[in-house]
């Protein structure tokens, strides 16, 4: 296999590839030419570069470990030479990869007329330690780096310095991809029997099919699948899994799925962007008061909104325009609000 290297600082270049894989000091200092000490990866004290932060959602509390820039340096360095490289069933796994979104999710379900939804407890603080050494070792041969064997311990140290994979860090993402790999090739496996989709973005699982019968007993199958192949290490959230038909109002990934396949955004979304939409092109004083008194907090807020609409559904986004003004609606499209 080839090494890849990226001739520009940053690392945001298309990848070179050249003959041989090369030692990590020497790809590393390749990579941040000069820029970044190599003894940071080599024995930085992890924890002594972070800062704790925690934010809610959904009115739960949600803890970060983010990294300084000494670390987050370290941390996408590993992230693009050895992470990227680690194997994941790509025909399930939809999370934080460039190249398809939660729509390409949605939509892999919208030939379905039954579906089933459920999520993984705790998913990333309960992908420990050993799971992600574990991980790690599936992609060793994989990666452009020839003593990556001797590194292992040290990524793992990097990548995952307590008890479970941190929110924050750059490689966690690709870690949660990676590491569910086994599961995700079994339960498809046992899908495919059934004439069944099935899906995973990072926690989320979505299965669906035309028949009903192929769905009974899915959430013991998935159940089931799961313990049998990381015995003890996760566990469902039983009061999220759900059964539904179309019919009923099918929301996927915060997407509906409408009767004839198409996606779109949920109805609370489309009352929210409306109502700022609204106020912001007739009423600068109220729309301020919907996004407490910070201009550009909330314009950066809507063009997130309308940006992610963009994605999903382009009739309701012409909706909005003919109801809006196209200058107003595109006002938000594709600008930085930073």
Same mark, same amino acid.
Not at 99 to 119: E, I, L, M, N, W
Not at 145 to 152: L, V
Not at 274 to 281: A, G
């Given at each position: ?32 030419? $000069? ?17 704790? $932060?925690?934010? =809610? *959602?959904?009115? =739960? ?28 069933? $790509? ?10 979104? =939660? ?26 330690? *050993?799971?992600?050494?574990? /991980? ?62 099935? /899906? ?24 089931? =699948? ?47 962007? $409306? ?6 092109? *007739? ?56």
């Amino acid at each position: 296999m080839g090494t890849i290297l990226w001739d520009l600082p940053g690392m945001s270049t298309p990848p070179l590839l050249t003959a041989v894989k090369r030692p990590l000091a020497e790809l590393f200092r390749a990579v941040n030419h $000069e820029k970044r000490e190599f003894s940071d990866l080599a024995s930085m004290d992890v924890l002594a570069n972070c800062r704790r $932060e925690q934010f =809610t *959602k959904a009115r =739960t509390v949600r803890h970060i470990l983010a990294p300084n820039d000494r670390l987050a340096a370290c941390l996408d360095f590993i992230r693009l030479f050895v992470v990227e490289f680690l194997p994941i069933n $790509e025909d399930v796994v939809y999370s934080y990869r460039k190249g398809v979104s =939660t729509f390409d999710a949605v939509a892999r379900h919208k030939q379905g007329k039954y579906f089933f939804v459920c999520d993984i407890a705790s998913f990333f603080p309960s992908l420990g330690h *050993k799971r992600v050494e574990v /991980t790690l070792a599936q992609g060793g041969d994989r990666t452009p780096i020839s003593d990556f064997d001797h590194w292992q311990s040290r990524f793992c140290e990097l990548i995952c310095p307590e008890s479970g994979l941190p929110m924050g860090f750059p490689t966690s993402p690709g870690i949660s991809n990676a590491a569910l790999k086994p599961f995700d090739d079994a339960l498809k496996a046992a899908c495919d029997m059934r004439g069944l989709v099935f /899906t995973r973005y990072s926690d989320d699982i979505t299965i669906s099919g035309d028949c009903k019968e192929a769905l009974q007993g899915i959430d013991k199958l998935v159940e089931n =699948t799961l313990n049998a192949v990381f015995p003890g290490e996760f566990r469902l959230n039983q009061s999220k899994s759900k059964l539904m038909n179309l019919g009923m109002k099918v929301k996927l990934l915060g997407m509906v799925l409408l009767p004839d396949g198409s996606v779109s955004v949920d109805g609370p979304f489309k009352k929210d962007i $409306e109502v700022l939409l609204h106020f912001h092109s *007739k009423d600068r004083r109220r729309f301020l008061e919907k996004v407490e008194n910070d201009l550009q907090r909330g314009e950066r807020k809507l063009a997130g909104m309308i940006n992610y609409v963009n994605t999903v559904d382009q009739d309701y986004l012409d909706k909005l325009r003919r109801k809006f003004g196209a200058a107003a609606v595109d006002y938000f499209l594709h600008r930085s609000f930073s």
